[in-house]
């Protein structure tokens, strides 16, 4: 798929992106295949990171870019998915930690390659983890941290889960610095990546 926009959300051309999607809405045109447009073209920055040609920096700024002109269309980026969706994911930052950077990537990430994804935000207590979980009724839930005093919070919102009987059909990934082998092991994930492009691979693996 290469399209006008497709090319400046991959450039991170700001300006040009907002012109022409705003130029497409005015004429009329489908905000869905925009959107569709827009998701394919995040795919292709997380490529170009994966290739080594965009650093960090510019998978979080074409996350934003994404983000805002959904935003620009009235819409959420879980809205634009054609048919079924691969899949509901929550996500959030354990309580007492409100770093969000990585989140967020993996959230755009995970977005655009068709899973509808509920972002909890930063600093999210047990409670509102335990409440979210049998609202959504989510298959994966990504749980954060990068303080290591965070450890055992990550650890007694999993103990609660299990506690209520929530496990047994959610799968949890651990992300942030704190995703290893040892951590994950120790607070009970299932797997844990420090990486948001292999987090949502590891998420289209359990799902697809």
Request: hydrophobic share 45%; aromatic share 6%.
């Amino acid at each position: 798929m290469e399209t006008k926009i497709v090319s400046a959300v991959e450039a991170i051309d700001e300006k040009k992106a907002i012109a022409l999607v705003a130029a497409d809405i005015e004429s009329g045109k489908d905000k869905k295949e925009i959107a569709n447009q827009l998701n394919f073209a995040l795919q292709q920055v997380a490529v170009r990171y994966e290739q080594g040609e965009y650093y960090i920096a510019d998978l979080i700024m074409a996350g934003e870019l994404v983000s805002n002109l959904f935003k620009m269309m009235g819409m959420e980026s879980d809205q634009v998915l054609s048919g079924r969706s691969l899949g509901k994911i929550v996500v959030g930052t354990v309580f007492d930690d409100i770093h969000d950077v990585g989140k967020n990537i993996f959230i755009s990430m995970l977005r655009s390659e068709g899973f509808q994804v509920i972002d909890l935000g930063t600093d999210v207590s047990t409670e509102i983890f335990i409440e979210m979980i049998k609202k959504e009724k989510p298959a994966i839930l990504g749980i954060s941290g990068i303080l290591t005093s965070v450890v055992e919070n990550i650890k007694e919102v999993i103990d609660e889960i299990i506690a209520q009987g929530l496990r047994d059909d959610l799968k949890i990934i651990l992300g942030g610095a704190l995703a290893g082998a040892d951590y994950a092991k120790y607070v009970g994930a299932d797997d844990f990546s420090s990486d948001a492009i292999e987090g949502v691979k590891i998420c289209k693996k359990w799902l697809v």
